[in-house]
């Protein structure tokens, strides 16, 4: 996903000035208390912040307002007008060289917690643009996508486990406006692919965290005509929504059961769960027993089923003992090298042969996630390389890509409730070629694993808008998984 605030329809006319329409540069809604910085430049000249303001719903905020707007949701789909003030308001059909910096805390990402009361610290997302623009007064047009392809072979009663998708994998299109909630899940059906439909609720939701009757009715309504089938709802647990302090336990719980209560409304059977802490564990069981929830932790990159963070998890589901407590795997967490999808981002952001060659060597060592991104930084220092020239990618290249053996999984098996089949590309044999994936489903296969597998795309976090039709990767991705299903069985 471009990591950029504006696009080349961003500049309007405005009365007072000026004005931006920015787009967030994330896979997700975030609170306005998200945005930590904005500066900005019009033709060389910097604009004073006391001149610069935010508009969102018809709200305007002045930039030393947004650290307390903890309640006021930035919706992905939304266009929020970055306002400034100038003697004479541009018009239409000029040209101005516009840079804006801005910094983003991602709330729910916590590299450390707070301590003594005050606010934990959250991995940041950097943006610098400099852009030629032309004054409009409109937003460019999406564009229309009705490739076909040839439907899928039904599923078969030896078919081991279930197919689907979350619509995480079209994040990038969704927030550039290409489809609305309907139009993606029409987009989905025409491609046969499903049945089962995931979300990330901080991604669809208009109202997150909660779930609006009208958001309720579309969904059944859509479900009804394609015949999906809700596979597992993503809960994101925003610890770091204020800016003043992390979330107390209550509000810990609060913000969960309302999610929860979301989930239900929606039809889902799973939650994706964020958080493992047995106090809070202890708190939500008896309202998902009530609910009739599974809750599912997920383990992703860097992390494995036998990472020490994640025995810690397996201690608690232990000493709760409740069978509604299990896993989602992320095949993030089992690549055998970095993807080329990533690799060719950075390199458009300005590394070099030595520094993606640096990169992948640190990040196939077996050191502390923060640790390898803090070698990684420090390197990219020592070379008078700005860090914030890669935006997120300096800290998440480490998050998202994990090097654990595939057979690993097989020592939670009984405890794994949702498969987040995530994959960058598929090259033109089939292949992922950063995932083994006919290796994965055997594991799986072989450990008698009965429930989704749900295709992730996560290459919109490095690919272009429109380098590539997700959907259509999201297909290919289906006919590699029943190929390898076959032959596992025909092994077996």
Request: glycine residues 8%; hydrophobic residues 40%.
């Amino acid at each position: 996903m471009p990591n950029g605030l504006l696009d080349d329809s961003s500049l309007r006319a405005h009365p007072d000035g000026l004005a931006l329409a920015l787009t967030l540069p994330w896979y997700r809604s975030l609170w306005l208390s998200s945005v930590s910085s904005l500066r900005l430049t019009i033709d060389g000249q910097d604009v004073p912040a006391e001149d610069l303001a935010l508009e969102l719903g018809g709200v305007r905020y002045a930039l030393a307002e947004l650290p307390a707007q903890s309640e006021t949701l930035w919706y992905l789909q939304e266009h929020p007008l970055l306002i400034a003030k100038r003697d004479t308001p541009v018009a239409l059909g000029e040209e101005h060289t516009v840079q804006l910096i801005g910094e983003l805390r991602l709330p729910y990402m916590q590299i450390a917690p707070g301590q003594d009361g005050s606010p934990g610290m959250y991995v940041p997302n950097f943006v610098n643009q400099t852009l030629e623009l032309t004054v409009t007064d409109r937003a460019a047009a999406a564009p229309v996508l009705t490739t076909a392809v040839t439907p899928p072979p039904p599923k078969t009663e030896d078919d081991p486990f279930s197919l689907g998708l979350t619509l995480y994998s079209a994040s990038a299109e969704f927030r550039a406006g290409w489809y609305d909630f309907d139009g993606l899940l029409s987009r989905v059906a025409e491609l046969g692919i499903g049945p089962g439909i995931e979300i990330v609720a901080s991604q669809v939701l208009p109202t997150y965290p909660r779930v609006s009757d009208d958001f309720a009715r579309s969904w059944q309504e859509a479900f009804d005509k394609y015949g999906f089938t809700a596979s597992a709802f993503g809960a994101n647990l925003d610890m770091g929504r204020r800016r003043d302090r992390d979330m107390t336990p209550d509000e810990e719980f609060e913000f969960s059961e309302t999610l929860f209560h979301g989930a239900k409304k929606l039809g889902f059977p799973l939650v994706r769960i964020q958080s493992a802490k047995p106090e809070l564990l202890r708190r939500l069981l008896p309202l998902a027993e009530d609910l009739e929830l599974k809750l599912a932790y997920e383990i992703h990159a860097p992390l494995g089923p036998n990472s020490p963070e994640i025995m810690k998890v397996r201690e608690v589901y232990a000493e709760l003992d409740s069978p509604l407590l299990g896993f989602v795997a992320d095949f993030s967490s089992t690549m055998h090298s970095m993807s080329p999808t990533l690799l060719r981002a950075v390199r458009r952001a300005g590394l070099d042969d030595e520094a993606v060659q640096k990169l992948q060597a640190i990040w196939a060592t077996d050191a502390p996630m923060r640790a390898r991104q803090e070698e990684f930084i420090g390197y990219l220092r020592s070379r008078g390389f700005d860090p914030g020239r890669l935006g997120s990618f300096a800290h998440l290249a480490f998050n998202m890509h994990g090097h654990v053996k595939s057979t690993e999984w097989a020592d939670i098996m009984p405890q794994i409730m949702h498969v987040h089949a995530k994959f960058y590309d598929i090259d033109d044999d089939g292949k992922e070629p950063a995932i083994d994936y006919p290796e994965l489903v055997r594991v799986f296969v072989e450990g008698g694993y009965p429930g989704y597998w749900s295709s992730e795309w996560e290459g919109h976090a490095f690919a272009e808008l429109g380098e590539v039709d997700p959907l259509l990767l999201v297909r290919k991705q289906h006919d590699l998984i029943r190929k390898s299903m076959r032959s596992a069985l025909a092994s077996a």
